[in-house]
């Protein structure tokens, strides 16, 4: 007898991903799921941190899927290996700094190399023609099987049929009828077929967890690009995008200003890399500054501190100013005024 085949699941945690997975474990194919860490797709971590949206549930939405699905889940680090895709996309961004073509290019390929290392037969992605305007549409989906390597054995069962036949479907390890047929960005058939596999809860679709894609966001890393000369990143300074304002009075220093109890918690665990302020006979936020600042700055610093703080229309403020080595000096300042700080400063 033939052995079992195996098939590799791409697992966002989206909906589409779950749904895609389910179709092929329903024909009795033997499938795990793989999701990418890149830093990016973290979609549970400001929810984690500020108390808006608390009603959320708290979750690493590719895991939860896994467990409602049945199967193993594999997560793998390409912090590192996904720069080259970010920093130098082949074929460009999106609306903002999304390389949404090179990155399923990219996590395609990721998963082509692991099914030979595994031993497994195919792949499966949450694919649906017609979705998303870069790497969703008829004439792409040719480009990423050819250029991720996968070729015929990635299968994208959503839309398997408006596709030519793959690998699975012409040697029968799959039923191709009892693939689907989706097309566009109408989710009322992925809502069918979640009546049909019964599920009760699932992530809801809200143009993916990726951060690269909000406008914000893409604004405070070219910002970081800029200040410091160079395309590049560390996995610390893209979660600290995800938190607090972003103030650039000056090209030399930034201030990252918490808006909350949970993100002064966050922020505190990096003090010792940054010069910090917070005030000190009120309360207020933690303030990390990010860069090297004259004594000017500092001052206009602890201003804009006070200027955050329940100290804001008092004649003065104390704030302190700790050093990246501990040392801390106490200063007075006269908080910033709402109409001194221009919208221009805001990232």
Excluded at 147 to 158: M, N, V
Excluded at 169 to 174: A, K, L, S, Y
Aim: proline share 5%.
């Amino acid at each position: 007898m033939n052995p079992p085949k195996k098939a590799l699941a791409l697992i966002s945690g989206g909906l589409d991903s779950m749904l895609a997975a389910k179709t092929v474990i329903e024909q009795g194919i033997h499938v795990e799921g793989i999701n990418f860490f890149t830093g990016f797709c973290v979609e549970g971590h400001t929810h984690a941190i500020r108390a808006k949206g608390q009603n959320k549930p708290k979750r690493n939405n590719a895991l939860w899927v896994a467990e409602q699905l049945g199967i193993k889940l594999h997560i793998v680090d390409v912090i590192e290996a996904y720069k080259k895709v970010l920093i130098n996309p082949k074929h460009g961004y999106g609306a903002h700094l999304n390389p949404c073509l090179d990155c399923k290019i990219f996590m395609v390929n990721q998963a082509k190399q692991w099914i030979v290392e595994n031993h497994f037969d195919f792949i499966i992605t949450g694919e649906v023609i017609g979705q998303r305007p870069m790497s969703q549409r008829r004439n792409t989906m040719p480009i990423i099987a050819e250029k991720s390597g996968a070729e015929d054995r990635l299968l994208r069962p959503l839309c398997a049929k408006n596709l030519p036949e793959t690998l699975p479907e012409r040697e029968g390890w799959v039923d191709r009828e009892k693939l689907h047929s989706i097309t566009g960005r109408s989710r009322k058939p992925q809502m069918a077929l979640v009546e049909q596999f019964g599920f009760s809860d699932y992530a809801q679709p809200a143009g993916g967890c990726c951060f690269l894609v909000d406008k914000t966001y893409s604004a405070k890393l070219v910002d970081l690009w800029q200040a410091q000369g160079r395309k590049d990143y560390e996995l610390d300074d893209i979660m600290l995008l995800k938190v607090g304002r972003h103030i650039r009075p000056a090209s030399n220093f930034k201030l990252i200003v918490s808006r909350e109890d949970g993100e002064n918690r966050f922020l505190a665990g990096y003090k010792k890399a940054f010069i910090h302020l917070s005030v000190t006979d009120h309360n207020g936020p933690l303030v990390l500054l990010d860069g090297e600042p004259s004594a000017e700055d500092l001052h206009l610093a602890a201003r804009i501190t006070a200027r955050f703080s329940q100290g804001r229309a008092a004649a003065h403020v104390d704030v302190a100013i700790t050093d990246k080595d501990g040392l801390e000096r106490v200063i007075s300042v006269i908080p910033l005024p709402q109409e001194a700080l221009p919208k221009a400063w805001y990232i």
